[in-house]
Every structure is written in C-alpha cells, then in structure tokens.
C-alpha cells in the first residue's frame, strides 16, 4: 500500500515543467488549503507565489493548485485548490506527449 501523504507535484512551463516528489503535511481548515513539503532541486527555478501545479495523488488522482506562500526556513508551501484535473497547459503537454509516443 501507498503512503497517503505522498504527492507529486508537476508545475507549468513557468518552472521549466519540472516534477517534484513531496507529501502532504497539514489541511488547513475549511476551503482546500493544503501545506505541502517539496523537495526541489537546490538550483535552479522555484515556486513561488502564485504559481500554478497538479498534483498528483499517491492514487493517481491530480487536483490544480496554486502557490499561496513558501512558509520561512523550511521546503514546505501553502497551497490553494483551484480545481480537479489538469490545467489546459498540462493537458496540451500531455496530448502532445501522446502523440508523439504513438508515431
């Protein structure tokens, strides 16, 4: 079995379309507000407030969030559910990923 917690979180374009593993920390209270432990690489770009991920359940369900603050001294960020499924831009990486894997 999975651990529930374990999450990972693919960003945009923005963020050059990196994916990185980390879990859930806390829910915080009502309206789909999550403290999420990243683990990014120590170089190169990072989230930041206001940008936009999917993440990717330890079942495979993926729910859009946005970065609402990196939380001082630690790799943990608050984020805010904006929706489930894939962004537009994850969709359309995906389908063209699809395809070219088909040819």
Sequence with gaps: MTDPQRVTAHFGE?????SWPGSITAMEGRGGVLRVALTPPPEGPQPGTGSECVLEMHDGARFRFVVTEQL???AEYRMKLLGK?????AGAAQATATTETKR
């Design 72 to 74: 001082p001294e630690s």
């Design 14 to 18: 923005d963020l050059g379309g990196v």
């Design 85 to 89: 499924g894939q962004s537009p831009e």
